[in-house]
């Protein structure tokens, strides 16, 4: 954990979240499905550096890192699919939000705060992830990896998702649990928090990152909301 440290200027106005491994549990079993595909696929990598090469990015972008050779958008198309079925019939049966999460959403719109989802997965995963989630109130946006847009590092994503929400990107603060999507925030120039479920502190490091946490129940424990530079007109976090 590090200490939460104050954004310095414009009061934030939202709130953009990756998905796997910031809103849920979900990258061991991305892993274990990853495992399955390559193996079934005759791809020899070794997993470390399959997760290396793929968190972040797009389902087209991976296969064509994974296969390393020209893919029609329709063979790609036809291969995430079958990899991420695999994943969703792996974490279904023991699907998990990252601790808090639900709660901090529901403070967060209690605020007066916008909520994104700025996200590589595609809309069948999407779709997945919030029927099990249950969230009281939908997300004001969701970016996904299937829209046309590049992956993470790039920002993108978060950019599309900040103008969807109609906010400028200095006054959005990106959680994330993934070294390309903190480069991705930086790129962005927005702020970020590092939720550290799959990497550790040290991975997630820059200056425009906030605070580094296991979970959502200790980011609030450390007075977050408390801290948020607020517009006048903003209901109080407090």
């Not at 991305?30 to 793929?54: C, P």
């Not at 036809?78 to 939000?97: G, N, S, T, W």
């Not at 991975?203 to 450390?222: F, I, K, N, T």
């Amino acid at each position: 954990m590090t200490l939460f440290k104050h954004p310095q200027g414009r009061p934030i106005e939202a709130f953009i979240f990756d998905m796997d491994g910031t809103m849920i549990h979900s990258m061991p079993y991305h892993a274990q499905s990853w495992k399955i595909f390559t193996e079934r696929h005759g791809v020899d990598m070794e997993l470390a550096e399959v997760m290396r090469r793929t968190t972040g990015r797009t389902g087209h972008e991976c296969m064509l890192e994974l296969f390393q050779r020209p893919l029609e958008r329709t063979q790609t198309a036809e291969l995430v699919e079958e990899k991420e079925q695999i994943y969703r019939d792996l974490f279904q049966p023991v699907f998990a939000e990252v601790a808090g999460f639900k709660a901090f959403v529901g403070h967060s719109l209690a605020c007066g705060m916008k909520i994104g989802v700025g996200t590589a997965g595609d809309k069948k995963n999407i779709a997945f992830v919030l029927s099990n989630l249950q969230l009281p109130v939908a997300p004001h946006t969701v970016v996904g990896g299937d829209e046309g847009f590049a992956g993470k590092p790039d920002p993108a994503i978060f950019l599309e998702a900040a103008a969807r929400l109609g906010v400028s990107p200095d006054a959005c603060i990106v959680f994330e649990d993934a070294p390309f999507g903190i480069e991705a925030a930086r790129r962005a120039w927005m702020h970020a928090i590092a939720v550290c479920t799959t990497h550790d502190a040290a991975q997630l490091a820059g200056p425009h990152v906030l605070a580094s946490v296991r979970d959502y129940e200790e980011l609030m424990g450390m007075g977050f909301f408390e801290a948020l530079p607020r517009s006048t007109n903003r209901v109080s976090c407090m």
